[in-house]
């Protein structure tokens, strides 16, 4: 990728509907796209990371699941919200959970939060990864990320949290840009005296 195209495509990301992903993603690819997401920032190389797959039937076994949790802790779905719960991890042929890991380390340890941001790093890799290789992404959370039963559920430790629910496929989709913050109201300059 020349530093243009690079441009061009940071310019013109998108997160495309999840419902629009389709296709099938090859081994192959999956394994270059996590190689490729993996190559993050990483102070004291901890890999505090992983990933967990989930395509194929194990998206409606999660789904199901999903929408059983939902209901043991809110009481009783209605026949959408279960059909919603169920269909979570089957609108996209791969669903790639980047987990978080937090590693104890030496004795002056890298602090958690670091760590965490690691993790993020790796699934914002993970979406540019997916379009190098040609498909799209969209990353979510949504609330079994906070939901300690639902995590366990999706095949988390305890000690482990989500950095994302990456959901990978193919679409033509091109959406128009959405709003963005005006870089000049972000950007101050560093105050000496304390106002900055
Ligand atoms: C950590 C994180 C969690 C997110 N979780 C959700 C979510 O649960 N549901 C959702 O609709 N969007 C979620 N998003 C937002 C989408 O990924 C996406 O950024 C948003 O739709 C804006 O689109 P864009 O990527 O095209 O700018 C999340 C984003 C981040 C960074």
Not at 2 to 13: E, F, G, I, K, P
Not at 61 to 89: C, H, I, M, T
Not at 90 to 114: C, H, M, Q, T, Y
Not at 171 to 182: G, S
Request: aromatic fraction near 6%; charged fraction near 30%.
């Amino acid at each position: 990728m020349t530093d243009q195209a690079l441009q061009q495509h940071l310019s013109t990301r998108r997160s495309p509907p999840i419902a629009s992903l389709g296709g099938e993603v090859p081994d192959g690819d999956i394994r270059s796209m996590l190689e490729l997401a993996s190559r993050v920032p990483d102070h004291g190389m901890l890999v505090p990371f992983r990933f967990i797959l989930y395509r194929g039937d194990s998206r409606t076994v999660v789904g199901q699941r999903l929408a059983d949790r939902l209901q043991e802790r809110d009481g009783p779905l209605s026949d959408a919200a279960r059909q919603k719960e169920e269909e979570r991890f089957s609108r996209a042929p791969l669903v790639v959970g980047v987990v978080f890991v937090p590693k104890d380390n030496g004795p002056k340890p890298i602090p958690e939060w670091e760590q965490f941001l690691c993790s993020g790093a790796v699934a914002m890799n993970l979406l540019h990864a997916a379009s190098a290789l040609g498909y799209r992404a969209n990353w979510i959370t949504n609330w079994y990320s906070d939901d300690a039963e639902a995590r366990t559920l999706l095949g988390l430790k305890p000690e482990e949290r989500v950095a994302g629910f990456v959901h990978i496929g193919r679409t033509d989709i091109n959406l128009p840009d959405r709003e963005r913050p005006r870089v000049e109201d972000l950007m101050t300059d560093y105050s000496p005296d304390g106002k900055g």
